[in-house]
């Protein structure tokens, strides 16, 4: 009996042996950690009305190294319209403002063919709803501002899923460029371009608030976009009677609704900390492109290699490459070719020429196939 009990205690305390040596092989598996990647980018033409062009958009797709003019059309045996003006990607859609349709495309990102078309006077009639212009996103809903008149400025949001029409904001003189950054959306009111009314109309999300901000840095607000948590809009300046361009730049906006000029430009793209502009103003002749950096408050200035004219700039917020949309010259007038494909050229994020890539007439936006995945 005793030699029974003696040998099943040694067999317990193996057991016990052995699952705690199990215990300390069986750890949990790795967990896949998200990686953001960007894949491409789309560029949006707004074609060329004089010549009667149509709007078009062209994706470059970094992994094969190939541009596509013409995507939309080639995808969905249709023209995007006249007058293409803005490109936003959420979530696995992108959409797509044409001006001149009133309309916004929704499309499957990757295989670029249609989900639906939001006719914006319909949902929004025939005054309200005329001429989207730009996008932005929040919490699952698609923000879109319409140019309308000096009376009857307005951004509409949308549910993502149905495309129901979710709420109206008010807004100023001919709404142009939206922005929301710290639950509040941000419109740029540009007046036409008047300087009697321009405005920055300010509505606080959560809370419903709204406000309105002007002042001598406020004179022809146009495009918006958020940096580090930050409103900031490219204001293209004042002209005199003939037609020389001053005081363009980006602005800053605080949270406490202050406005401070932050560098020059008379367009503007970033890479999520960094805003590069090329200031090319109007009558002029001169042309630099120049590099703010929003965590130091230093500007910096580069020269691109190869670029014949200015239409854009951006900068893939994941690899930090810069791009800059060009056109090309017109061989019969020796002037910028705008009814004539123009091109892209990549730099990385240092300024070194990586790849020129075809793109379609009139390039006006540029956004970023980005996404997340887990490894």
């Known amino acids: 009996m005793k030699k029974y009990l003696l040998n099943f205690a040694v067999l317990m305390m193996a057991t016990a042996l052995f699952t705690a040596c199990g215990d300390d092989d069986d750890d949990p598996a790795p967990q896949p950690k998200p990686v953001n990647v960007s894949e491409g980018m789309f560029v949006v033409?707004?074609?060329?009305?004089k010549s009667n062009i149509d709007g078009n958009l062209t994706y470059i797709d970094y992994a094969n190294g190939t541009s596509t003019t013409n995507a939309f059309q080639k995808a969905n045996g249709m023209s995007l319209g006249k007058t293409a003006n803005f490109a936003l990607v959420y979530g696995q859609k992108l959409y797509i403002a044409v001006d001149g349709e009133n309309t916004i495309w929704v499309c499957d990102k990757n295989t670029l063919r249609s989900?639906?078309?939001i006719n914006t006077t319909q949902l929004l009639g025939d005054i309200n709803g005329i001429s989207p212009r730009s996008l932005a996103s929040y919490?699952?809903?698609?923000?879109?501002?319409?140019?309308?008149?000096?009376a009857h400025g307005t951004v509409a949001a949308v549910d993502t899923v149905?495309?129901?029409?979710?709420?109206?904001?008010?807004?100023?003189?001919?709404?142009?460029?939206?922005a929301i950054a710290n639950d509040k959306l941000y419109v740029a009111n540009s007046d036409y371009g008047n300087g009697i009314n321009p405005s920055i109309t300010v509505h606080d999300l959560k809370t419903g608030a709204a406000s309105e901000l002007k002042g001598a840095d406020v004179t022809n607000p146009m495009q918006m976009m958020t940096v580090g948590g930050n409103a900031y809009f490219l204001d293209y300046g004042t002209y005199d009677a003939s037609w020389n361009q001053t005081g363009a730049g980006v602005r800053q906006i605080s949270a406490d609704g202050t406005v401070k000029r932050v560098v020059d430009g008379t367009a503007m793209g970033s890479d999520g900390k960094r805003i590069f502009t090329v200031n090319a103003p109007y009558g002029s002749g001169s042309i630099n492109y120049l590099i703010y950096d929003t965590t130091t408050g230093q500007t910096t200035s580069w020269e691109p290699s190869d670029i014949y004219s200015p239409a854009a700039i951006a900068a893939d917020p994941v690899t930090g490459d810069i791009f800059v949309i060009s056109y090309n010259e017109n061989p019969d007038t020796h002037y910028p070719g705008y009814n004539l494909p123009s091109y892209v050229n990549q730099y990385s994020a240092?300024?070194?020429?990586?790849?020129?890539?075809?793109?379609?007439?009139?390039p006006i936006s540029v956004v970023f196939n980005t996404g997340v995945k887990y490894e």
């Open 45 to 49: 033409g707004s074609g060329n009305s």
């Open 162 to 178: 149905n495309f129901n029409l979710v709420k109206t904001y008010a807004a100023g003189s001919y709404s142009d460029g939206i």
């Open 115 to 117: 989900i639906r078309r």
């Open 350 to 362: 240092d300024g070194t020429f990586k790849k020129r890539y075809d793109c379609g007439v009139g």
């Open 139 to 150: 919490e699952g809903q698609l923000f879109f501002a319409c140019y309308s008149d000096k």
